[in-house]
């Protein structure tokens, strides 16, 4: 009974090197990492695989092993991208907000844009040449 000993003690190697350490609220906040472009990803690589590997070893020889490891591999392919594009959203920075605005009235933003001088519309050419003239 070899394997029992040896598995005692890769269990206290790995028990006896885990310490912890207190966080001192220094560090800045990172986006965390979800995994779940991960899941999709093998999820979608598994049924890819299931698809291909019975479009192309339906009728082989021991074509159940065929199909089962080209599901696998695809899985894992899969979750690979998965990660991939996981990893590199959590890198990107998280979208600023914007700090909220309160309501303005209808005259202060018409004086921001226009100012206090009054706009003054001249009707398109094509309205004179029509009698459509604007009311004064």
């Known amino acids: 009974m070899p394997r029992q000993p040896l598995s005692l003690v890769l269990l206290v190697i790995l028990l006896a090197g885990s310490s912890a350490h207190a966080d001192d609220g220094s560090a800045q906040p990172q ?4 995994p779940v ?3 999709v990803g093998a999820g979608a690589g598994f049924g890819l695989g299931v698809w291909a590997g019975l479009t192309k070893f ?6 159940d092993r065929k ?3 080209t599901a696998i591999v695809s899985a894992a392919a899969g ?15 998280a979208p600023a907000a914007a700090p909220p605005t309160a309501i303005t009235p209808s005259e202060s933003w018409r004086q ?3 100012g206090s001088a009054t706009a003054t519309l001249k009707p398109p050419p094509v309205a004179a ?3 459509l003239e604007p009311r004064r």
């Open 31 to 34: 986006r965390s990492f979800k």
């Open 129 to 131: 040449l029509i009698g």
């Open 112 to 114: 921001s844009i226009y």
């Open 67 to 69: 199909v089962w490891t």
């Open 58 to 63: 339906d009728d082989a020889i021991d074509s």
């Open 37 to 39: 472009w991960t899941i």
């Open 79 to 93: 979750g690979v991208l998965g990660f991939l594009i996981d990893r590199h959203r959590a890198r990107r920075p």
